[in-house]
């Protein structure tokens, strides 16, 4: 079944962050409504499947609105979106305020759909706003993927770099390329650990992000693999890190019976703290668990 794209205008690109991107960064930005990666591994327990705002009837990874003004969108909205995101201490708690200090203009690059989508290489939206962040940066900047193709821009970040805080979160959630009954990855893991490589070498921030945790082969082996072509890694199980109580978005897909056919263990929070263990063999004082990690905060 083809997938539907229309192309489309945004208002605001810019969405100030709430739930659990809230101590992550100030904002989220999404080039693109709907993911085609949908189809794909990451698409089968992702949250976005139960928001029906986004969803309007239509099954995730059918559809995609190109947003054309994205990049101008920014622009147009950058004075009051970072004036509010510097001077907005009122609207945290205490505890929330402790972690974010200081208040920056922030961004999250996506938390519902790849930035760096197949379409992405013939709409060239994701790249448009780059080159407008360039012009007029975030104070942070953080570019979440599934895909090897975050490389193709490699031009551009160096530049980037140099005007705010950036980092490339690469999701890597297993050492496996299939779980039983699913769909592939988007992107394979060794296309993803070699883009983790690349990323590094050119002295770009670069995180593995474990998210959801899925199944190990070997993880001794994968662990060593991500402390050489990372500065660190996130460990995200879906069990409090889908947004609902005790993993029950989850528990509704097909994930965990795929995850428990290969590691009856895998769908417990426990697995988690085992997994981390191993981690941090391997990444001493690099290990970042669920928001904090995807916040930076790594320990």
């Avoid at 693109?32 to 189809?39: E, H, K, V």
């Avoid at 001077?87 to 205490?94: H, K, N």
Wanted: aromatic fraction near 8%.
């Amino acid at each position: 079944m083809p997938v539907d794209v229309t192309q489309t205008t945004i208002g605001n690109v810019l969405t100030r962050t709430t739930g659990y991107l809230r101590t992550v960064t100030s904002h989220s930005l999404q080039p693109y409504r709907g993911c085609t990666f949908g189809r794909a591994l990451c698409g089968v327990g992702c949250y976005v499947r139960h928001n029906g705002h986004i969803l309007r009837g239509r099954s995730w990874g059918d559809f995609l609105e190109v947003r054309t003004n994205a990049a101008e969108s920014y622009l147009a909205h950058y004075d009051r979106e970072a004036r509010w995101a510097r001077q907005s201490s009122s609207i945290y708690t205490q505890e929330e305020a402790r972690k974010i200090r200081p208040l920056r203009f922030s961004i999250f690059c996506s938390s519902s759909t790849d930035p760096f989508l197949p379409q992405e290489f013939q709409f060239g939206i994701t790249r448009a706003i780059l080159e407008a962040m360039v012009e007029r940066p975030p104070d942070e900047l953080v570019l979440q993927t599934h895909s090897h193709r975050v490389t193709a821009y490699l031009d551009l970040y160096p530049a980037l770099a140099k005007r705010c805080d950036l980092r490339f979160h690469v999701s890597i959630e297993s050492d496996l390329d299939r779980l039983p009954g699913l769909p592939p990855p988007a992107s394979s893991v060794e296309k993803r650990f070699a883009a983790c490589a690349t990323l590094k070498e050119a002295g770009l921030r670069t995180i593995v992000t474990v998210s959801p945790l899925l199944p190990m082969d070997d993880a001794e082996q994968f662990f060593a693999r991500v402390a050489e072509a990372a500065d660190g890694v996130v460990l995200d199980h879906f069990i409090q890190g889908d947004g609902s109580a005790d993993g029950n978005r989850t528990f509704r897909t097909r994930l965990p019976e795929a995850m428990a056919r290969v590691n009856e263990f895998a769908t417990a929070l426990a697995y988690r703290d085992q997994m981390e263990a191993i981690a941090r063999r391997h990444l001493p004082g690099r290990v970042g668990l669920g928001i904090d990690g995807f916040a930076g905060r790594l320990t």
